[in-house]
């Protein structure tokens, strides 16, 4: 049996109960009112006098089912499919038993009412669409209009990060599933010292941005901070959870993983120090220069959830020509049509191949990988990508 694309289907479903109402009483008055010309040029019996209106009523009803079969559910094909071809010949059979006089010579009076009716039944049913469309189309422009500002708003937020400071490269870049998503990327240096942001919030789309330029606004301004918490990415961690845990709507949370690194004034002179915080995130990533995988694992919640939750630092052990990798479960979660996950092992082992390659060339590896496991993303995809030394 057929199966409504599911493009039809969702269309259907995004229409309001009255914008459904008024696309089905259009098709209604429009079929109907055509059914009733087969019975004025003598296709079907005119009497008794109720098989004219019952034919109109039969053919607009019979019109919506395909409509709602097509639109709706396939399901429906089961019953109006039948109903389409037998009940006519079911219906003056079965009165033609019962012995019920049937005529089909139509009367002048009825061809000039059943012209009449079709014309005017195809005038409303053209109300009843153009009244559908101009509603909807208000409605999706409106709509369209949102999403394009909301669109400009995360490019404003989240734009792609390419930095070449002393010692330090780092290229970063999001990519939110709709128009708005809830990834973060952040650069803020001040004083020789790098810090460096990638958060995801839970869910997607415009709840989820909303909620990740609240978060990026509260880093910022714990950044900007004069103590700048000396050397302690977790004390950062602490603040902006105790801020941003009582504006939140109630089970959204945000995972978040910070870098520090401190660089030298002497350029080439490489990084000095490299500190990390996680906040319920998938682990850093560091390869180093022979290849080798090294992960520093998260031992917190992610924020939102424990006010008084003890984010704390680590060193990252660093040695010129590593290379650190940040991530988004959207990268590692996107799966295969047979529900395989991509995987942390994956990724880790295209950055380890491809380490010498520039920052660019290795987030493109990632993420045309990705794209060729899973297809179209079902989840914002991140990655920021730093080469010390």
């Excluded at 409605?139 to 404003?156: G, T, V």
């Excluded at 973060?184 to 839970?202: C, K, N, Q, W």
């Excluded at 602490?238 to 941003?244: I, M, S, T």
């Excluded at 319920?280 to 022979?290: E, K, M, T």
């Amino acid at each position: 049996m057929p199966q409504a694309p599911e493009s039809r289907r969702a269309f259907f479903r995004s229409l309001s109960p009255r914008a459904r109402g008024t696309l089905l009483a259009g098709i209604f008055i429009t079929f109907g009112a055509i059914n009733v010309l087969p019975v004025a040029a003598g296709f079907y019996p005119v009497s008794p006098w109720w098989v004219t209106p019952l034919m109109a009523v039969y053919g607009g009803l019979v019109a919506c089912g395909w409509a709602m079969a097509f639109m709706w559910t396939s399901r429906l094909f089961w019953i109006v499919a039948p109903v389409s071809f037998f009940f006519p010949p079911a219906l003056f059979i079965g009165l033609d038993l019962l012995g019920v006089p049937l005529s089909i010579e139509p009367r002048r009076a009825l061809i000039v009412a059943a012209v009449v009716g079709a014309i005017l039944g195809v005038i409303g049913g053209y109300v009843c669409f153009v009244y559908l469309v101009r509603g909807e189309a208000a409605q999706k422009i409106r709509m369209r209009a949102e999403l394009d500002l909301a669109q400009k708003i995360h490019e404003a937020l989240v734009p792609p990060i390419d930095l070449a400071l002393p010692g330090v490269l780092v290229h970063a870049r999001s990519i939110a599933s709709s128009e708005m998503g809830g990834d973060l990327i952040d650069a803020f240096e001040r004083d020789g010292r790098l810090d460096l942001i990638l958060a995801d919030v839970s869910g997607h789309g415009v709840r989820a941005g909303v909620v990740m330029g609240m978060l990026k606004a509260a880093l910022r301004a714990e950044l900007r901070a004069a103590r700048a918490h000396a050397d302690d990415p977790g004390l950062i961690l602490r603040a902006v959870n105790g801020a941003l845990g009582p504006i939140v709507a109630p089970g959204m949370f945000a995972t978040v993983a910070a870098l520090r690194i401190e660089t030298t004034p002497t350029a080439g002179a490489g990084p000095l120090r490299v500190r990390g915080a996680l906040a319920g995130h998938l682990p850093i990533l560091r390869i180093d220069a022979a290849g080798a995988v090294h992960s520093s694992d998260n031992d917190h919640l992610p924020m939102a959830i424990d006010d008084d939750e003890p984010y704390s630092a680590f060193d990252v052990p660093c040695d010129a020509g590593d290379l650190l990798v940040l991530y988004t479960d959207g990268l590692t979660e996107a799966a295969a049509p047979t529900g395989e996950q991509f995987g942390v092992a994956r990724l880790a082992r295209i950055a380890s191949e491809r380490r010498a390659a520039p920052l660019p060339t290795i987030a493109d590896a990632i993420l045309d990988a990705v794209r060729t496991f899973s297809g179209e993303p079902a989840d914002d995809q991140t990655i920021m990508l730093v080469r010390l030394g």
